[in-house]
């Protein structure tokens, strides 16, 4: 499932590529150079947001929502991290990015389907798919380095 | 206040506090990690409207805010909504189960409460 979905993100941006690449010429070099600028800076102030937040989480105690929800653990928020990196670096825009009550960290995003990675407090990573209506459509659990490698691809 | 046990029905209204920080709120729509049970839960907690006497007196304002459900979507999934009072609060219900799998779609039908209008009440 996350090599359709990464694949799918995959084929959109080339067809975005190939769009702004028709017209040629300078005006066109200086447009893609644009763009990619404005993505870099996009991708640097994406990260910033979610490293921040992450550092918000840290601080969290036990019972923070009142429902007794564990404080973060250091793994999780160690592999948050990493999986937020390596998501930003594939392009991939993170709408929200929330504690879980467990002790882990939920990312959320679409890539053409809503998807979520939670990071578990014992360093377990899961990516969920969902149809529009929030139903989820599946669960599966990957490494670090899954996210890594589909990332890469997805570039 | 009936200190009888209070059987919920599809039309009642559950309430859910939503911490304020950090945010759990984008664009208007809830986070499903709100509504997610952790390991060894019973169920989520919640309470149910109708045994509440003033909606403002039950969350601290300052920490969260109040998302509404109708208890009719989580007994549609499948899942109990059983009356589970507990020592200060009468109103406290738990949806029983582990709601991981239906957690997004509780979020995205739950209604934050305008703070506004709560005040009101």
């Not at chain 1, 769009?19 to 870099?40: D, F, N, P």
């Amino acid at each position: 499932m996350i090599e359709e979905i990464f694949n799918k993100d995959k084929t959109t941006t080339k067809a975005i590529t190939q769009t702004g690449g028709k017209s040629g010429g300078v005006e066109s070099t200086w447009r893609k150079r644009s763009i990619a600028l404005q993505g870099k800076i996009d991708s640097l102030v994406q990260q910033k947001n979610i490293l921040s937040r992450l550092e918000e989480f840290q601080k969290l105690e036990q019972n923070w929502d009142g429902y007794n929800a564990d404080p973060l653990s250091n793994k999780a928020l160690e592999f948050a991290n990493t999986v937020a990196k390596y998501l930003i670096s594939a392009k991939v825009k993170i709408d929200f990015c929330a504690p879980m009550r467990n002790g882990g960290v939920q990312f959320e995003f679409n890539l053409g389907k809503e998807c979520e990675v939670e990071v578990h407090p014992n360093g377990d990573i899961y990516f969920l798919t969902y149809d529009e209506a929030a139903n989820l459509l599946n669960k599966e659990r990957i490494t670090l380095e899954q996210i890594q490698k589909h990332a890469k691809q997805a570039l | 206040m009936p200190n009888k046990p209070y059987e919920i029905k599809s039309t009642d209204s559950l309430l859910r506090r939503i911490p304020l920080k950090p945010s759990h709120i984008f664009q208007g729509s809830i986070t499903s990690a709100c509504f997610k049970t952790k390991p060894g839960e019973v169920g989520l907690s919640v309470d149910i409207e109708a045994l509440i006497n003033r909606i403002s007196e039950s969350y601290n304002q300052e920490t969260h805010t109040l998302s509404r459900l109708s208890a009719a979507l989580p007994m549609e999934l499948g899942y109990e909504c059983k009356h589970d009072p507990v020592d200060g609060n009468f109103a406290h219900a738990l949806i029983i189960g582990d709601t991981n799998p239906i957690a997004k779609r509780l979020a995205l039908a739950a209604q934050p409460i305008d703070p506004n209008a709560i005040s009101n009440f």
